[in-house]
């Protein structure tokens, strides 16, 4: 048997939702612009081979080689148009707002996560950087990730985690 929503479950789905949708949409108007010096920078560098990637030949890089790594499989699936290209970025970021939502929703309930997806969707920072092809979302997302798990971890959600 299903458990039954509250009406205000629904309504803050729904505010959730419609959120999401507009950070959609935002970056998927930014797809079109055009590339940059360091986004071209990174398809150089997802062009070579994974041994040096992640060999002696990156150390004169400034960025870690795993966004190049993911850059340079997601290039051999979609095809090598600025849209296709930009979408990982995109992707990325849409999955960082989607954990921050669910981590201020198990917190703080259904209209706190609608607020922090509608602050992400809209913040100017968040829409550049999710459309720029570079390491930068993958950075975002990573730390978003440590956050939550150290804030399981300290709330005793990892309490066998912690006993190493």
């Keep these: 048997m299903m458990a039954r929503l509250a009406p205000r479950q629904i309504v803050g789905g729904g505010l959730i939702a419609a959120a999401f949708a507009l950070a959609m949409a935002l970056r998927i108007r930014q797809a079109t612009a055009p590339m940059t010096f360091d986004e071209y920078a990174s398809l150089y560098f997802s062009q070579h081979r994974i041994d040096q990637l992640w060999g002696w030949w990156m150390l004169r890089e400034t960025n870690p080689p795993l966004f190049y790594t993911l850059l340079k499989v997601w290039r051999m699936m979609v095809p090598d148009s600025q849209p296709a290209l930009r979408l990982l970025p995109m992707l990325l970021s849409l999955a960082q707002i989607a954990l921050v939502a669910r981590f201020a929703r198990q917190r703080y309930g259904v209209f706190s996560a609608a607020v922090a997806v509608l602050l992400f969707a809209l913040s100017p920072s968040d829409i550049f950087q999710s459309e720029d ?31 190493w």
Excluded: D, N, P, W
Aim: net charge positive.
């Design 133 to 163: 092809v570079r390491g930068y979302v993958l950075c975002k997302l990573a730390v978003t990730v440590s956050f939550i798990g150290l804030v399981g971890a300290l709330e005793g959600e990892g309490r066998r985690a912690r006993q």
